[in-house]
């Protein structure tokens, strides 16, 4: 071609534009034929939920022992921020009476008095903060886990507004200077968008347990489907008296705690 | 007609120099936040909102107050407010705009600000608040211009002006009774979560949103040819007199509720403003300003004499404003949040990179405004 004008440049560079899209796609979909499904170890559930067994727990290292929160924190790449303005945290202690605020008394039993409790996103029923998001980067999964997309989050912080529980954190700095050692299999947050326990989601879909769970010595958290009778999670709820933080609100915290 | 903002004497341009260097420096802090992160500003992950979205807030009020004057004239032929619908409508679209900007500084994540219209959300009532806002925005602007270019060309203004003005009236009342439900919709955040927030805050948008206007309109007086008319004035501090009555009176019911019953979690949010909670106390003066700055109003305003004169009015408007201002761009949204979810207080002052960006934001507001009442006053001279 000699000369080639305005007019036909574009028709020919559009057509360009096509056939790389087809290509592209073509190729997708050969891949997808390739790569078609070895048996997924994944573990699947209908309502996933936690059992903590308290006097397990201050067992392990009388109220020492750290072993669930520095696993959780590491592999997740949360960042160790000593400022507790802002603090990014996933699963912590607060004592008795902060987590149970309604149950306060003047008189409470010697061996619950300050004694510090886990606590973590309780993964309502009815989650206000994805009620709230208005991006929808927070949601409720069909297993009952309440998910984050952090790379849809605004940081508008409407769900930290919402949790009852404070649950949530926000990355008021750039989070990666600050964490002790990187994790490269999870991803890191970038500044601005809030974050919370995912239930180890990443975990379950591998066939594995929370890695909490998988951290106590003392095997004081317990993981399992509530859906499911025969579950652990159940068998526990059905002999033990177990209390919830603030069910007074309707929202359906599916953490448990064994006193 | 917009050249008419570009024809102003020497007063005119060092006010408008003045408004763009308030607007760079606050430009230059939010680079620093955008750099840094919200770590510059005062909010935490207990109080994790501040500033910002307490101004938005009380914004919202000063933008729907504007139907104060617009339903009077348009719905019950109150001759008298003629003249200056065309000053409410621009005062709604300035504080629009700085409402939205205060969105925007807010977030944590400004440059993914179209995830709300990209993935809308019915269910957020943040997204509704978004829309809301735009729509009215859009609303005042169109008609706020066509009604001024009318009036210039001495017609009447076009026939699909007046539904678009009708509209505008629920619309009004729609932007603030959202804002509300942000707050009043929460689980565990006892201060908030009461049937009465949406009320409260119409009432008291309807105090401090006429004050703001007489104030302004009284400006335009002793600095144009444009004499608003002692009526329009009158009647406006009548508005202000029933609105900042029902707003106390509103405050005082959520009082009683908490105090007579008694219930904790009713109690702590009014206890920490008022009198400070397990030793925290960093609002206690401001909210008590709030408290003399409004009774003093409500005196001045009460009183006919004092109402009806002009340099009074003005001193009851300013207390009005500066009053509501406390009480509701500062202490209802920072107390929502004390105390946390623990039952510890975590308290909340600005800091000054936080206060200098809002100061940039309320000075593009006020840069907006002069711009468009510029315009207004200039075209009222013309056509006297």
Known sequence: MSKMDRRSFLRFGGLCVLGLGVLSGAEVLAEKQLKAAPASPALVGKKWAMVIDMKKCWEAGKGECRDCILACHRAHNVPDIANPKEEVKWIWTEPYEEVFLDQKQEYTAEGIQGKPFLVLCNHCDNPPCARVCPTKATFKREDGIVMMDYHRCIGCRFCMAACPFGARSFNFRDPRPLLPKLNPDFPTREMGVVEKCNFCAERLEAGALPLCVEACRQGALVFGDLEDGNSEVRTILRSRFTMRRRPELGTGPNVYYAI | ?384
Request: net charge positive.
């Open chain 2, 1 to 384: 007609m917009l050249e008419k903002a570009l024809m102003g004497g020497k007063r005119y341009w060092s006010w408008l120099i003045l408004l763009l260097a308030m607007m760079s420096v606050g430009f230059r802090f939010y680079l620093l936040q955008l750099n840094q992160g919200l770590t510059i500003t005062g909010m935490s992950r207990d109080v994790s909102w501040g500033l910002y979205i307490a101004q938005f807030t009380f914004l919202v009020g000063v933008a729907a107050s504007a139907v104060m004057v617009v339903l009077p004239y348009y719905l019950h032929n109150v001759k008298a407010f003629g003249q200056i619908t065309i000053f409410g409508e621009f005062l709604a679209v300035s504080s629009v705009i700085m409402c939205l900007l205060f969105v925007i500084v807010d977030l944590g994540k400004p440059m993914r600000l179209l995830n709300m219209l990209l993935y809308p959300t019915p269910n957020s009532i943040l997204f509704w608040d978004v829309i809301v806002l735009s729509g009215y925005l859009l609303l005042n602007i169109v008609i706020g211009w066509n009604v001024l270019e009318a009036e210039r060309k001495a017609v009447s203004p076009p026939d699909w002006v007046k539904p678009l003005v009708y509209v505008s009236i629920p619309w009004a009342v729609s932007i603030h009774t959202v804002t509300a439900f942000i707050y009043s919709g929460l689980p565990g955040r006892d201060y908030w979560l009461t049937a009465l927030m949406a009320a409260r805050f119409l009432a008291s948008a309807f105090a401090c949103g006429p004050a703001l206007l007489i104030l302004l309109l009284l400006i335009i007086k002793t600095l144009s040819k444009f004499d608003p008319g002692r009526e329009a004035i009158q009647k406006l501090a009548q508005i202000v007199t029933y609105a900042m009555v029902i707003s106390l009176f509103f405050v005082g019911l959520e009082f009683f509720t908490a105090f007579y019953s008694q219930v904790p979690g009713h109690m702590h949010s009014l206890a920490y403003l008022f009198a400070g909670l397990d030793g925290h106390g960093k609002l206690i003066p401001f909210m008590w300003a709030f408290a003399f700055l409004a009774i003093g109003a409500l005196i001045l305003l009460l009183n006919p004499r004092t109402r009806q004169q002009e340099s009074t009015l003005k001193v009851a408007c300013g207390a009005v404003f500066a009053s509501l201002w406390l009480e509701k761009g500062l202490g209802l949204v920072v107390a929502g949040f004390i105390p946390n979810a623990f039952g510890e207080v975590a308290e909340y002052l600005p800091t000054a990179p936080e206060i200098l960006i809002a100061l940039g934001i309320w000075a593009t507001g006020a840069l907006i405004l002069t711009v468009l009442y510029k315009v207004a006053v200039s075209v009222k001279e013309e056509v006297a």
